[in-house]
Structures are given as C-alpha cells and as structure tokens.
C-alpha cells in the first residue's frame, strides 16, 4: 500500500490498489473503495475558495462584461446582463480586481471622474491601451450586481503607499473627508465595504522583481496604512519555499494572510500545449500538473506552521488555473476550455477542501474570456464553459464541513504518466447533509467507486465522449451536467463512473 500525498492522511488516505498500472484498454472498470468517516477532517470550507479573478487584459472585462451603458447588447449601466446573471447563478462570493500584474501598474484616479476625461494608458503587461472606462465605481457596481465581496489588489510595485490608503479612504470614508467628498461628487454616497487588499502581486515578478527582504521591507510599511481591512502579502508561485520562509517571518505580524499562485501547464511555459486537440498524455501531464497544487499548499502551510502555528494566518491561492498556448491572433489569454479543465476544477477544490486549515479563498484565473474562464463571449453571444459546470456542481460544497474518508483506488498510465483513477471530496453541509464529490480521471476506463452504505445518492454527472469536448457558441451544451442517482444494492451503494468524468451527489439521509 503507498499514500499519494502524505496529507491525505490527515483529510483523506488514498492507497493504491491491485490494477495494472499500464493503461487499460478494456472497458472493465477500475474497482475503488471508498470508507466514509462522520469526523471533520478540517474547519469549514469556506464559500471564498469558490472566488475570482478579474483582470484588465483581452476582453476579460471590455467586452466580455463591460459593454458599456450604449450598448445595444442588454446591459445594467455597462455590465452584460447575459454574463450578469450567468455569475449571479453560480455564485461568486469574491472578486479580486484589477489585476495581476496589471495591478502593480495601476492608478485608481485614472478610473474615477467624468468617464470622457479619464487618461488613456498603455497597458504595459497584455498589450493595447486601457481608457479607464471601468474604474472604482464601475466594478463596485458590478461587486453589487453580484452580490460578492471586494478584494483590490493593491500597487505596491509602482505607487507610494499613500495611493494604496488614499483609494481606500476614497472608497469608505463616511463623514466630511475630501476624499469621501470627492466621492460622493462622482456619485457614490455611501461608502462601500472592502474587505480584502492585497499589498502587491508577484512582487517576485511583474510586481516589482523584488528580493524577498526588500519585499517584506515594503509589506510592512504599505500594510501600517492599511486600516480595517484583511491584510493580503503578495507570496509564492515559483515553488521558492525560501521566499515564503523570509516572508513569514519578517512580515508575518503585518498580514492577515498570504498568497500562492498556481497555474496548471500541459507542457512548460515556452510550449505550454493546446487547449483543445490534446491526445490522451496530454489529458494525464495536465492532471498531474493539476494535482501538484496539493503539494504545493502543503509545502507553503509546512513554512507557515513553523512561523504561525496557530494559524492566524490564511492561505489564499488567489490565481490558480490551466494556461494554454494563446491562439494566434486571439485576445490576450483568450483559450477554449474543454471537460480538462472542468477536472483540473475538481481536482483543486478537492485539494482546497483537503487543506482548509490555510487555505480560506480561492480566486481562479479568470472569470471572463481569459485562461480558465467561466463564460465566454463573442460579441453578443456567450457559452457557459465546463469549469462553469463544476462551479454549479460543487455548490454545495460551500460552507460545508470536510469530512474524513479514506478512499483505495487503482492508478492508471497514459505513457509516462501514471495518476490515481479516482480523486475525491466528502462534506456535511450546514443543514447536516453528506455530500461527495467523485472525479474519474481515467480518460478511457470506467471507474466503480464501492461505499458500503445502506443510503441512495442523488446528483449530477459532467462528462463527454471526447476529452476535449467543449461548449461553443454553435454548440453550447455539449459538456453540461445531467443528472446522476444510485440507489443501494445488496453491499452497500457503488458508484459507477463513466471514463473522464466528475459526479457530485448528495446521500440521503
Ligand atoms: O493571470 C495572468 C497573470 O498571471 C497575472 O497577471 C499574474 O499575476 C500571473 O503571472
């Protein structure tokens, strides 16, 4: 018996199995078995991790949600009503904005005031020019729309940090302050609410190529003027365990949590591979690629143990997704998302979930027509994608209570490649129901997944016939969710999922 990841010991132990580890060609199932235990394996799953990212890039925002109030494509003072709705559905309790490295270049006076008069900029990371037309306002509006939570990420690679509080009074200053004047003068009279402010983003990199003793030099100084708010420090995504380290610990006290970026890659960042078309290695790289996200949370949390053993401090994983050579001629970004991606979603709740310790938001990358997008847009058109399904599909999982569970898989190989069939997640939610979620990583093979319970399930399955399946304006259900119920035979409940496949159901009672 061999344990996946060390940590499953604490959420969840998968141990491989008798099967071959050669790439079945038959369609007999893999055969796993899945204990479920009624203990929490962690504090609750906090609907943040669910978030988002939002940058000025392609047509993350123009377009693809900012049409602006002219438009002739239905829109509630800029936003799309079509993309409006669609986020409304799923959820998004938290949105990061403007950026990314876009952020460590921004000015928030060039987005406040007469929309006519706002400075042209160019924008130096994705090309082509920003005007502005989407500003504080404007995405405190669309925050509204949605009934989510602000997160601003601050610019602490290009701006003094007077610019970084001075937004911050702009925006929620009650009373006389000439800022909050100013505000109201532009026709916001109430303040708003800002929760999160991260001080900086990959300050590493795009941020300012800092070294991490000068990072945390500056973390300390911007975050003494932040006020009332969850104090975010720009961390790792280069898998540097030393930065995170000299982070930790000259910076610990002046931050409320940390950031991991995490970017799924079939190939490396020269050839990164294709987002449709992909053979059946590229499916197994790429879910690797995916599950190497546990190890990196685990790795991060080991480093902030040792510096914050009460865990004050949280983890944020506030860019995770797949990233995939950009079509040539496309928009900045701009790639097709396929059921791949949908699983590399599964895969990073189920890790999420495993590490709820730490980790208490997610933000993925991104929400509108760039890397792992949700929706997708052309001109007046838009198409839900499959990572937009697993969203809906692991609703429920927020806010709910990780459970214990120890699940024996078989693994399988696609070339070199070899991976667990099955990856998993089980929850109590709030209202005291089991939920489990079962993806079926075996691009050609069946999985049955046996539980012994004496209980029925009811939910929903998202697969295709075709790995690379995906939803286009022509064609847009053919990857959606359809329902999914498994009743209890004579040993118990068992689970039958077809090849490349995610189930999400809820037991009864
Ligand atoms: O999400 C795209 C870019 O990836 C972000 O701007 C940056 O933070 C990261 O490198």
């Known amino acids: 018996m061999k344990q996946f990841f060390s940590t499953f010991a604490v959420a969840l132990s998968f141990v491989a199995g008798a099967a071959s580890a050669q790439s079945p060609s038959s369609g007999a199932a893999a055969q796993a078995r899945l204990e479920l235990d009624q203990d929490a394996a962690g504090p609750v799953i906090e609907p943040a991790v669910y978030g988002h990212f939002v940058e000025h890039m392609g047509t993350g925002v123009y377009g693809g949600m900012w049409v602006g109030p002219e438009s002739s494509i239905p829109n509630t003072r800029g936003w799309r009503n079509d993309v409006v709705q669609a986020l409304r559905q799923v959820g998004i309790p938290v949105m990061r904005w403007p950026g990314g490295c876009f952020a460590d270049d921004y000015d928030w006076r060039d987005g406040i005031g007469d929309p006519e008069k706002r400075p042209v900029r160019v924008n130096r990371w994705w090309g082509g020019t920003e005007n502005n037309r989407v500003g504080t306002h404007e995405f405190m509006d669309l ?6 939570e602000a997160y601003l990420a601050g610019n602490m690679g290009s701006m003094p940090p007077r610019a970084l509080s001075q937004w911050l009074e702009y925006m929620t200053a009650d009373g006389k302050s000439t800022l909050a004047e100013e505000r109201r003068k532009n026709g916001r009279d109430k303040p708003w609410k800002v929760k999160y402010v991260g001080v900086g983003n990959e300050s590493w990199g795009c941020g300012g190529n800092m070294r991490g003793e000068y990072q945390s030099d500056l973390h300390n100084r911007y975050a003494t003027f932040l006020g009332q708010v969850v104090r975010v420090a720009s961390g790792d995504g280069e898998g540097n365990d030393a930065l995170v380290d000299v982070l930790m610990a000259r910076s610990g006290k002046h931050m409320d949590a940390f950031t991991l970026h995490y970017y799924t890659i079939p190939g490396d960042w020269s050839r990164k591979g294709e987002a449709t078309g ?38 944020y994983v506030d860019e995770w997704g797949s990233w995939y050579d950009t079509p040539p001629g496309a928009p900045a970004l701009h790639q097709q998302n396929s059921l791949r991606d949908a699983m590399i979603a599964a895969l990073s709740f189920n890790a999420f979930h495993r590490h709820t310790d730490r980790v208490r938001m997610a933000n993925i990358a991104q929400m509108v027509n760039v890397l792992q997008a949700m929706v997708l847009t052309d001109g007046p058109s838009m198409v839900l994608t499959p990572t937009y399904h697993a969203f809906d599909l692991y609703r429920p999982f927020r806010g709910a209570t990780p459970l214990r569970a120890t699940l024996q898989t078989p693994r399988f190989s696609v070339g070199d490649v070899e991976l667990p069939s099955v990856d998993m997640s089980a929850a109590r939610t709030p209202d005291g129901q089991v939920v489990l979620a079962l993806a079926n990583l075996d691009p050609k093979r069946p999985a049955q997944v046996a539980t012994g319970l004496k209980r029925a399930a009811r939910g929903r399955l998202l697969t295709a016939s075709a790995i690379d399946a995906h ?3 022509a064609q847009p259900r053919a990857v ?3 329902p999914f119920d498994a009743k209890p035979g004579k040993d118990g ?12 159901v809820t037991l009864a009672p």
Do not use: Y
Not at 143 to 148: A, N, R, T
């Open 143 to 148: 925050v509204e729309q949605l009934g989510s």
């Open 480 to 482: 959606v969710p359809v």
């Open 493 to 504: 409940l068992t689970l039958q999922l077809p090849p490349a496949s995610l189930v999400v």
């Open 278 to 315: 992909f053979d059946a290695q590229a499916w197994a790289r790429t879910l690797k690629s995916a599950m190497g996200i546990d190890g990196r949370i685990e790795a991060v949390s080991r480093i902030m143990d040792k510096h914050d053993p009460k865990r004050r401090i949280a983890l």
């Open 471 to 473: 939803n286009t304006f």
